[in-house]
Nanobody, 129 residues
Framework: QLQLVESGGGLVQAGGSLSLSCAAS????????MGWFRQAPGKEREFVAA??????????YYADSVKGRFTISRDNAKNTVYLQMNSLKPEDTAVYYC????????????????????WGQGTQVTVSS
């Protein structure tokens, strides 16, 4: 029902910035909850940020580890969600994944991977020290 393709990853020095994009194909993007997760080698996938659908409040959520540094946003006209990453740290190095949950009212937890049904292939972000 929904295909997600991430882009924008790359190599950046600590303290630098990087912007990731997730392009979605499929109808009703505006109704989906969109999330960003990341996974470093040998570690489980962890929550980064999420953006609720406007119809469900339009709230955003962030992991404590990225709060104040990362910003999630979405352009519904372009069916794209973004992750602006500032003040990057080496520990931010990971493969970043875009995820989506079908729309509708939702008041549960947004940080669990199991909440999302659709996933992109990921884009590598490497932060050097």
């Amino acid at each position: 029902q929904l295909q997600l393709v991430e882009s924008g990853g790359g190599l950046v020095q600590a303290g630098g910035s990087l912007s990731l994009s997730c392009a979605a194909s499929g109808r009703s993007f505006v109704t989906y909850i969109m999330g960003w997760f990341r996974q470093a080698p040998g570690k489980e996938r962890e929550f980064v940020a999420a953006s609720n659908a406007a119809s469900n409040g339009g709230s955003t959520y962030y992991a404590d580890s990225v709060k104040g540094r990362f910003t999630i946003s979405r352009d519904n006209a372009k069916n794209t969600v973004y992750l602006q990453m500032n003040s990057l740290k080496p520990e931010d190095t990971a493969v970043y994944y875009c995820a989506a949950r079908a729309g509708g009212y939702y008041s549960g937890i947004y940080s669990r991977p199991g909440v999302y049904s659709y996933w992109g292939q990921g884009t590598q972000v490497t932060v050097s020290s």
